[in-house]
């Protein structure tokens, strides 16, 4: 059973960082898109980052040279989001994604950001 797990989140002073990881177990593939999802409360589910299996990213405008996505080299299906000048509007829950043939979400890590 495929599984994504996120770390990581927390509480962080508007302008801080914080570094999120998203680990898969269960898979012998490699995702050919791995992406970054956030729902702030009262809001809707929203894209922040995507990685492809080719180290393509695109980033959400609202994150674009604040976050980056990134992937472990040795462990094919760990990703990262570093976080850096992070904002209240940042508050969310982020979400780890993975497609390969189907789509698999983790369970989310809460990052709030204090003004």
């Known amino acids: 059973q495929v599984q994504l797990v996120e770390s990581g989140g927390g509480w962080v002073q508007a302008g801080g960082s914080l570094r999120l990881s998203c680990a898969a177990s269960?898979?012998?593939?490699?995702?050919?898109?791995m992406a970054w999802y956030r729902q702030a409360p009262g809001k809707q589910r929203e894209w922040v980052a995507s990685?492809?299996?080719?180290?393509?990213?695109?980033y959400a405008d609202s994150v674009k040279g604040r976050f980056t996505i990134s992937r472990d080299n040795a462990a094919k299906n760990t990703m990262y989001l570093q976080m850096n000048s992070l904002k209240p509007e940042d508050t969310a829950v982020y979400y780890c994604?993975?497609?390969?043939?189907?789509?698999?979400w983790g369970k989310g890590t809460l990052v709030t950001v204090s003004s």
């Open positions: 994604y993975g497609a390969y043939i189907t789509t698999y």
């Open positions: 269960g898979t012998i593939f490699k995702f050919n898109v």
């Open positions: 990685l492809t299996s080719g180290d393509s990213t695109t």
